[in-house]
């Protein structure tokens, strides 16, 4: 069904008509769909007369069975230990016709959607809220700065901004899309339309190395090799908006994933890992997705802050991002966190500063503390997009950015290009000295990592993990170690 306006009007309209007497809600924990909840559920009680108005129930598809949320471990660590089972997803059944008659409204034009949005304007008019339209590689070449290697829909763009070779080679013999393609667009990376397409999908990816003779499955593996930017990026680049919309269930792709593990091993699983490389993919991505997932969720219920520091959680790009709001007026102050830190990193300034009369928002960014760790490839650009649509989205007006350490490189990047965002730039504990009147210069060198250095990372990488417990032990009290080791390996 198909309808337009705000939330609370249209289900009042919709429970009027069908004398609904339940209405079935998806748990959410993204704040603004919250949000829009609690407005729903106070306009239903509010229209509702003496009579009992309709009651609304919260479903969801756990991942896992658990219980009670106060039960999950503050760490990754300590959550794989309990070694808790997948719930197998429960197939649909056919539901009966619907013998109504209702309006289920026509499927909008694109000219329907844009008259829509011009006559119900969700965010301010002024200038600055259309540099989020601009993307970071137009934005370098406005001050003639090349932009480094990234992975666009899932080609790989040079500076010069023609495809690669493997693309090129590819983009000419795929001379046509396959009928029965899985994919949005034939230039596109994303999986989408229904829940059989996506399957279909699916289905093609995990076998990946048995090769085929089908057209739609020689796209998906062409595809799986073009967004494979680190070792199983693959598969969240592909199917992370299918996952996002809920047209296939986090519990279903690790239901598929293992039921052909099975076949690929006289039905067992190894006690030793999973044979393919898909496999893996697929089970660390939803896994991991669950994880943060839960842990949002486990911030909005259960009251855990021991600063006293209510969290919420936006979505960016289909990843949770943790952030918090302090003061009611003044001037609106971001606070941007250094390396191997999260937003609790401000935890005795939060507060302080909007008390001095200040409105204060604070941000964990991607791949720190509980907002989400995808297996995307990490650059400083990436984190400065991420601090420019949270400015745009969720502050909604030009601030003054805070960064510590590295998070003042990346609000200097956010000023830098986009200066109608940043009122000021504030540097905290910033390493390198400011040379007065220096330009930067382009550099024209794709960065690539060699092999010595990516080895000598892999080797620097395990000795941290297995000295950072005993390193935090000794800078921090003992009852909050916890706090400050709650990461995802």
Not at 77 to 99: G, H, M, N, Q
Not at 176 to 189: C, W
Request: glycine share 8%; aromatic share 10%.
């Amino acid at each position: 069904m198909i309808r337009f306006g705000s939330a609370e009007s249209v289900i009042q309209e919709l429970i009027t008509e069908v004398k609904a007497t339940t209405i079935f809600a998806e748990e959410e924990v993204e704040y603004n769909l919250c949000g829009m909840m609690d407005i729903v559920k106070e306009t239903l009680t509010t229209a509702s007369t003496a009579e009992a108005g309709p009651r609304i129930v919260i479903w969801n598809t756990p991942f896992y069975d658990i219980k009670n949320l106060k039960d999950l471990p503050a760490s990754h660590r300590d959550f794989k230990k309990l070694k808790l089972p997948v719930v197998v997803p429960l197939f649909p059944e056919k539901l009966p016709d619907l013998e109504i008659d209702l309006a289920w409204g026509p499927l909008p034009t694109l000219k329907d959607l844009k008259k829509f949005l011009d006559d119900h304007p969700v965010e301010l008019k002024n200038k600055w809220t259309s540099t989020k339209k601009v993307s970071v590689q137009n934005s370098l070449q406005k001050y003639q700065v090349a932009a480094p290697v990234h992975l666009i829909e899932g080609l790989e763009i040079s500076k010069s901004g023609k495809s690669n070779k493997k693309n090129s080679n590819y983009k000419h013999a795929q001379t046509r899309r396959p009928k029965t393609s899985v994919f949005l667009t034939q230039q596109g990376n994303m999986v989408g339309g229904g829940t059989n397409l996506v399957l279909n999908g699916l289905a093609a990816y995990l076998r990946y190395l048995e090769g085929t003779s089908r057209d739609d499955w020689q796209e998906m593996h062409e595809k799986l090799r073009n967004t494979e930017s680190r070792e199983g990026a693959s598969f969240g680049a592909l199917f992370g908006p299918a996952l996002c919309l809920g047209i296939i269930s986090r519990r279903r792709v690790h239901y598929e994933a293992i039921k052909y593990e099975k076949e690929r091993n006289g039905g067992f699983l190894s006690p030793f890992g999973y044979s393919a490389a898909t496999v893996i993919a697929a089970v660390d991505t939803v896994c991991s997705m669950e994880w943060y997932w839960l842990m949002a969720l486990k911030s909005q219920t259960i009251d855990e802050g021991i600063y006293s520091i209510p969290i919420r959680i936006w979505r960016w790009n289909g990843y949770l991002i943790q952030y918090t709001v302090a003061g009611h007026e003044g001037a609106a102050i971001l606070l941007v966190h250094g390396f191997g830190a999260f937003l609790e990193h401000y935890r005795d300034n939060i507060n302080s500063i909007a008390e001095g009369g200040n409105r204060v928002w604070a941000i964990t960014l991607l791949g720190f503390g509980k907002s989400e760790k995808p297996n995307v490839v990490y650059t400083e650009l990436m984190w400065a997009e991420l601090l420019r649509d949270f400015i745009i989205e969720v502050v909604g007006e030009p601030v003054h950015v805070v960064g510590n350490s590295i998070g003042g490189y990346f609000v200097s990047i956010v000023a830098g290009l986009w200066p109608a965002l940043a009122k000021s730039v504030v540097l905290i504990n910033t390493a390198g000295n400011v040379v007065p009147g220096y330009s930067s210069v382009p550099y024209s060198q794709e960065r690539q990592t060699s092999g010595a250095a990516w080895l000598g990372a892999r080797l620097l990488l395990l000795y941290l993990r297995s000295t950072i417990r005993n390193t935090v032990k000794n800078f921090y009290p003992f009852d909050l170690t916890k706090q400050f080791l709650s990461y995802r390996e």
